[in-house]
């Protein structure tokens, strides 16, 4: 099959070629223009949304929480998506309620020159991890980590991706990510049509592990519905989208872009929930699916996660170039610059590919628990619009949150047990909870302290 495989990547990489057009100014490569100075329109920017967040991290994810922990993993990995409904509420707010042209020009409005900086860095990971997960995905479908199939997949894939994406930019990434998203709902349809017809998704095989408050499945769906609130705000994917269209153009799209990826991460997960109902002992999910489905149907499976992997991919290279050239402004905006720093994040993925961790959810979970520091920020500064909060409110959030990350890792990789031996989704929990709370007193204290220490005016008679 990984001939095969091979060749549908060889043929899908053709296409997004064939598709992507060479950007010939700087308004098509970092804001996503067409040759006459258009905007995107509704239908391109809702499937951008969706297949760039549909990534093959994603679908391996929902599938493997589904295999291991039934239809509440599944539940709790598609929480996230509800980022959707979030971000929209947070681009209306921010962009056209208050003016600002980004999420950096709006933290540097309130927390100056440390407001960008603290983002800027957890972003700037964010997109390193998504290049380095997709990466992951795709050479392990192919071969086993240190193969030569897993090299030349994870190779192949980077330098196709990033000349096809350093060609157009912006712009080329919303025309290959409609191109990628009618394809991966043909195969999605495809793959389902297949499950289903051959007898398999019943009630009870979906329904195979009973909810329970205290296992890891329904205890993931709390920690998402922590994290929402702040996950979008730290996904310069999502965000860069908010800033293309006008106003209801831009509140459509993050609406329908909500349900759409829901669905479709339910749908797709609910093929390793399928396979965890029927697993022997110590049978691992992959070989499931190849017992039940065939090699047919695992080819269009593994299909699936190769689209949802090239459609990441380039959207990430066009936000990477965007976060250094316009947004942190560390070069000018030409297209060499953005191009070199496509280069460059790209090359960081791949090494982390190689010599990184191979936890795909761990990745989620620390890059979530870190943007949580963000949480406050959108309760207080943007949707409350508080200009009252002090930088060291800012800074202590953000330090917190960082801090709940790097243990949520230490103890999630096995390296400390400060938390005891619970399962790791329930340390996740009481991290999320310590720093979405702490942070948001954190804001609220700093702002009483600043309306404390105003000056009383004094009535002139």
């Given at each position: 099959?990984?001939?095969?495989?091979?060749?549908?990547?060889?043929?899908?990489?053709?296409?997004?070629?064939?598709?992507?057009?060479?950007?010939?100014?700087?308004?098509?490569?970092?804001?996503?223009?067409?040759?006459?100075?258009?905007?995107?329109?509704?239908?391109?920017?809702?499937?951008?949304?969706?297949?760039?967040?549909?990534?093959?991290?994603?679908?391996?994810?929902?599938?493997?929480?589904?295999?291991?922990?039934?239809?509440?993993?599944?539940?709790?990995?598609?929480?996230?998506?509800?980022?959707?409904?979030?971000?929209?509420?947070?681009?209306?707010?921010?962009?056209?309620?208050?003016?600002?042209?980004?999420?950096?020009?709006?933290?540097?409005?309130?927390?100056?020159?440390?407001?960008?900086?603290?983002?800027?860095?957890?972003?700037?990971?964010?997109?390193?991890?998504?290049?380095?997960?997709?990466?992951?995905?795709?050479?392990?479908?192919?071969?086993?980590?240190?193969?030569?199939?897993?090299?030349?997949?994870?190779?192949?894939?980077?330098?196709?991706?990033?000349?096809?994406?350093?060609?157009?930019?912006?712009?080329?990434?919303?025309?290959?990510?409609?191109?990628?998203?009618?394809?991966?709902?043909?195969?999605?349809?495809?793959?389902?049509?297949?499950?289903?017809?051959?007898?398999?998704?019943?009630?009870?095989?979906?329904?195979?592990?009973?909810?329970?408050?205290?296992?890891?499945?329904?205890?993931?769906l709390l920690v998402a519905l922590l994290q929402v609130w702040s996950y979008?705000?730290?996904?310069?994917?999502?965000?860069?989208?908010?800033?293309?269209?006008?106003?209801?153009?831009?509140?459509?799209?993050?609406?329908?872009?909500?349900?759409?990826?829901?669905?479709?991460?339910?749908?797709?997960?609910?093929?390793?929930?399928?396979?965890?109902?029927?697993?022997?002992?110590?049978?691992?999910?992959?070989?499931?699916?190849?017992?039940?489905?065939?090699?047919?149907?695992?080819?269009?499976?593994?299909?699936?996660?190769?689209?949802?992997?090239?459609?990441?991919?380039?959207?990430?290279?066009?936000?990477?170039?965007?976060?250094?050239?316009?947004?942190?402004?560390?070069?000018?905006?030409?297209?060499?610059?953005?191009?070199?720093?496509?280069?460059?994040?790209?090359?960081?993925?791949?090494?982390?590919?190689?010599?990184?961790?191979?936890?795909?959810?761990?990745?989620?979970?620390?890059?979530?628990?870190?943007?949580?520091?963000?949480?406050?920020?959108?309760?207080?500064?943007?949707?409350?619009?508080?200009?009252?909060?002090?930088?060291?409110?800012?800074?202590?959030?953000?330090?917190?949150?960082?801090?709940g990350a790097v243990l949520y890792f230490t103890e999630s990789s096995g390296?400390?047990?400060?938390?005891?031996?619970?399962?790791?989704?329930?340390?996740?929990?009481?991290?999320?909870?310590?720093?979405?709370?702490?942070?948001?007193?954190?804001?609220?204290?700093?702002?009483?302290?600043?309306?404390?220490?105003?000056?009383?005016?004094?009535?002139?008679?």
């Amino acid at each position: 099959m990984s001939y095969q495989l091979g060749g549908i990547i060889a043929l899908l990489a053709l296409g997004s070629v064939l598709v992507a057009r060479r950007a010939k100014g700087e308004g098509a490569f970092y804001r996503g223009l067409s040759a006459d100075g258009a905007a995107p329109g509704l239908i391109t920017l809702i499937f951008s949304q969706v297949t760039t967040w549909i990534f093959a991290r994603s679908l391996m994810n929902a599938a493997i929480l589904g295999f291991y922990y039934g239809i509440w993993g599944t539940l709790a990995y598609a929480a996230y998506y509800l980022s959707f409904f979030v971000g929209g509420r947070i681009i209306d707010h921010l962009r056209f309620e208050q003016g600002h042209e980004s999420i950096q020009s709006f933290l540097n409005d309130r927390f100056g020159g440390w407001g960008t900086a603290c983002y800027n860095f957890v972003i700037g990971v964010r997109l390193v991890s998504e290049v380095f997960a997709n990466l992951l995905v795709i050479g392990l479908l192919l071969g086993e980590a240190g193969s030569n199939a897993y090299t030349l997949a994870v190779v192949g894939l980077a330098l196709v991706t990033l000349g096809y994406s350093m060609f157009g930019g912006l712009n080329a990434s919303l025309r290959t990510d409609l191109f990628q998203m009618l394809l991966f709902i043909a195969v999605l349809a495809l793959l389902l049509i297949s499950v289903f017809g051959a007898g398999l998704g019943s009630g009870e095989q979906l329904l195979f592990k009973p909810f329970d408050i205290t296992e890891p499945g329904p205890i993931l769906l709390l920690v998402a519905l922590l994290q929402v609130w702040s996950y979008p705000m730290h996904d310069p994917v999502m965000m860069d989208r908010g800033f293309l269209a006008d106003r209801d153009t831009t509140r459509r799209s993050f609406l329908h872009a909500g349900w759409i990826s829901a669905l479709c991460i339910l749908a797709f997960g609910s093929l390793g929930v399928i396979a965890g109902s029927e697993a022997g002992d110590g049978e691992a999910m992959n070989a499931v699916l190849q017992r039940l489905l065939g090699d047919t149907i695992m080819l269009l499976f593994s299909t699936a996660l190769v689209i949802s992997a090239m459609s990441t991919l380039d959207s990430t290279l066009s936000s990477s170039a965007k976060l250094v050239a316009v947004d942190m402004g560390w070069v000018a905006p030409t297209l060499k610059n953005g191009r070199i720093a496509m280069a460059l994040f790209m090359l960081a993925g791949v090494l982390l590919v190689f010599w990184g961790n191979q936890d795909l959810f761990s990745a989620v979970a620390v890059s979530g628990t870190a943007s949580m520091y963000l949480a406050p920020v959108v309760f207080f500064s943007l949707w409350g619009n508080r200009r009252d909060i002090p930088l060291w409110s800012y800074l202590a959030s953000f330090a917190l949150a960082l801090s709940g990350a790097v243990l949520y890792f230490t103890e999630s990789s096995g390296y400390s047990a400060l938390l005891g031996d619970a399962h790791k989704y329930t340390k996740l929990l009481w991290i999320s909870v310590t720093v979405l709370l702490l942070g948001c007193l954190l804001f609220w204290v700093g702002g009483r302290l600043q309306t404390a220490a105003r000056p009383i005016p004094v009535a002139v008679e």
